[in-house]
């Protein structure tokens, strides 16, 4: 079974920066894509931000690009959000997924996600 671990959620002022972190248990951590979802207080899950299997591509929601940058490290089974220029509407709970996808792809639809980790929470302070 594949188990996700967030960290790194925090409060932070606009235009602070976090960097979240997923651990993920398992050996075939190099066979799934990987993306970044959250969902703010009253609103729908949403994609934020995804990566392929090997890294080579890349795939953001238009509200975080350019602010938002996610990489992963297949030897330490990790991936990471680097968030900069928090805003208030950032404010969410962020989990990490993982899609046994094809290589090359990042997939945005969360009903291609398998496995789900518990959530991190971001709180943004004007």
């Known amino acids: 079974q594949v188990q996700l671990v967030e960290s790194g959620g925090g409060l932070v002022q606009a235009g602070g920066s976090l960097r979240l972190s997923c651990v993920v248990s398992g050996r075939t951590f190099s066979t799934y894509g990987m993306s970044w979802f959250r969902r703010a207080p009253g609103m729908e899950r949403e994609f934020v931000a995804g990566?392929?299997?090997?890294?080579?591509?890349?795939h953001y929601a238009d509200s975080v690009k350019g602010r938002f940058t996610i990489a992963r490290d297949n030897g330490k089974n990790t991936v990471y959000l680097q968030m900069s220029n928090l805003k208030s509407e950032d404010t969410a709970v962020y989990y990490c997924?993982?899609?046994?996808?094809?290589?090359?792809?990042?997939?945005?639809?969360?009903?291609?996600?398998?496995?789900w980790g518990q959530g991190t929470q971001v709180t943004v302070s004007s």
């Open positions: 990566i392929s299997r090997g890294g080579g591509s890349t």
């Open positions: 997924a993982a899609s046994p996808g094809p290589p090359g792809t990042v997939r945005t639809g969360a009903t291609y996600y398998n496995f």
